[in-house]
Structures are given as C-alpha cells and as structure tokens.
C-alpha cells in the first residue's frame, strides 16, 4: 500500500511510526524480517531520524527487536504475548459486551446483522483481508452499542500481538467455526443475555490461544527468536 505524506496531518515522527507498524501487523513486513532505516526513509520519503524514533516505539511494543551489531528485525510472535493479550482484551471486551446486551438498540442490532451477512460473503469469496476489516468493524460496532466506543480504542492498543496472530487464523477450514462464534456473540446481544454474550465472547476470544502452535506449526519461521550474539 502507498503512503501518503500529504493525506496525513500527524507528525512525521507519528507518521513513521504508523506506516510501519500497520505493515508489521499485516505481515507486509514478516516476523524475522530485517528493517532498514535507510530503505524505509527513502520509501516514505523521510529523514532516518522519525523512522529511528518509530523503531523506538516499536521495540519498546514488542514488535520489533534490536540486536547490536546486527539491525533492526521484526519480532517472533511470541506466544506469552498473545496469551498475555489475550487476557486483557478479554476482561474489557467481556465487560462491553455485557453492557452492549443491556443497552443494544434495533439500530445496532441491525448493523450488526449487516456486519454479519457482509462477513459470511467475504468467506464466501474466500476474502480474508475483507473478513479480518469486517471482524474488526464488528466488535467496533459492539463497543457503540454497549455506549462505551472510546474503550474500543483501548482494546486496539491492548491486541496489537493477537492481530499477528490473528492473520494466520483466516483460512478456509477456521471461517465456519469464527462466524458462528460471531453469530452467537450477537444472538446473545439480541436476547438482551448479559451472561450468555459475555460466554461466547470470551470463548471466540479464547479460539486463538487454544490453536495457537497449530496456527504457527504452519508458519514456524514466525515464532523463531533471532540469533543474538554470543558476549
């Protein structure tokens, strides 16, 4: 994807920072990766300075590793971080979605279930980067229901190493079992059952973790700690 400077109104450093953590988290950039401050200033048309300081912030996320003598590389994803996502974003989304079962209206219901039937085409067609923006946009639209949608920006800080994670679920053998954990999330909303959407939240929530070493038995290059120098 082409960035532009021009369409963006944050600071350079921000910039930086954004570009290269939405390709890290889409694995444009791969998990083992070597990162060039040179090569990415000259891609985004910045000095080395803010793409330094974006390394910074990412290193200091988890999402990148700085090894002396060597660079700048894409983290492994490591599974304590994911699990340790997990558990966070459980704990909010469990409490949203119990409020959202309170307060939903026929509004968000009604986009919910628009949500839902947009997500089950995209499977259909065998489109994941579809899928993935529609699951995002369904717990979003969660969030506005329960009339927390400010905590919705939280929970995207608290998950940036389940999205890693996340992006190796979306095969055609998983989508059944994800959009029928989504479907019940929203029946349980319907039924205005606190306890119930709170259950199939935390269990769709749960499905990463339980097969997390299937999804990186696939792909082990991606949880394989870079070699650091001996001394």
């Given at each position: 994807m082409a960035f532009n400077r021009r369409q963006s109104r944050e600071p350079i450093a921000g910039q930086a920072y954004t570009v290269i953590k939405r390709r890290i988290l889409d694995l444009t950039f791969e998990p083992g990766d070597l990162l060039s401050e040179t090569r990415l200033s000259t891609e985004f048309g910045f000095s080395r300075t803010p793409v330094r300081e974006a390394f910074k912030r990412l290193e200091s996320e988890g999402l990148v590793d700085v090894i002396p003598q060597q660079g700048t590389f894409v983290s492994p994803i490591r599974r304590e971080f994911v699990v340790d996502a997990q558990f966070a974003r459980s704990a909010l989304e469990c409490a949203v979605v119990r409020l959202a079962a309170v307060k939903r209206?026929?509004?968000?219901?009604?986009?919910?279930?628009?949500?839902?039937?947009?997500?089950?085409?995209?499977?259909?067609n065998s489109d994941f980067e579809e899928l993935y923006r529609l699951d995002e946009e369904m717990h979003q639209l969660i969030a506005i229901a329960s009339g927390r949608p400010a905590v919705w920006d939280i929970i995207a800080d608290i998950k940036v190493h389940m999205d890693r994670a996340r992006k190796l679920t979306l095969q055609p053998r998983h989508t059944p079992t994800l959009i029928a954990q989504h479907r019940a999330i929203i029946e349980a909303v319907r039924a205005s059952d606190p306890d119930e959407a709170a259950k199939a939240m935390d269990l769709h929530l749960e499905f990463l973790v339980a097969h997390f070493d299937e999804f990186i038995a696939a792909r082990p290059k991606y949880a394989m700690e870079i070699q650091r120098p001996i001394g």
């Open positions: 209206s026929e509004t968000s219901l009604l986009e919910l279930d628009a949500n839902l039937k947009r997500q089950e085409l995209a499977a259909s």
